[in-house]
């Protein structure tokens, strides 16, 4: 079992930045991807970003690539979202997600067993 907090949401302007964290614990010592989500009201939750176990692989979402970047923290169990230049579109619930059984990154949430309780991004224009 892995257990994940996020924290780190809040309210922005658009053009402005923000930083996500998620803390995992548990049975954190097993190899595992943690990923970033996003849920808009109405809307599917879609893939934000990926970090592979040790950090060596990365993937994103066609619509944060060149501004999100995803990092492991300043501990072993913390994941970091980076977030500049936000847009109103990017307003949305955001949920930190882990796997210990994908062989490869993936943004598909059907992927990742557990889960954080979300933290709000709320971006104004």
């Known amino acids: 079992q892995v257990q994940l907090v996020e924290s780190g949401g809040g309210s922005v302007q658009a053009g402005g930045s923000l930083r996500l964290s998620c803390e995992a614990s548990?049975?954190?010592?097993?190899?595992?991807?943690v990923a970033w989500f996003r849920q808009a009201p109405g809307k599917e939750r879609e893939g934000v970003a990926v970090i592979s176990p040790g950090g060596g692989s990365k993937l994103y979402g066609d619509s944060v690539k060149g501004r999100f970047t995803i990092s492991q923290g300043d501990t072993k169990n913390t994941f970091d979202l980076q977030m500049n230049s936000l847009e109103s579109e990017d307003s949305a619930m955001y949920y930190c997600a882990a796997s210990t059984s994908m062989l490869t990154s993936s943004l598909l949430a059907r992927h990742y067993k557990y889960w954080g309780q979300g933290t709000q991004v709320t971006v104004s224009s």
């Open positions: 548990g049975d954190v010592n097993r190899r595992y991807y």
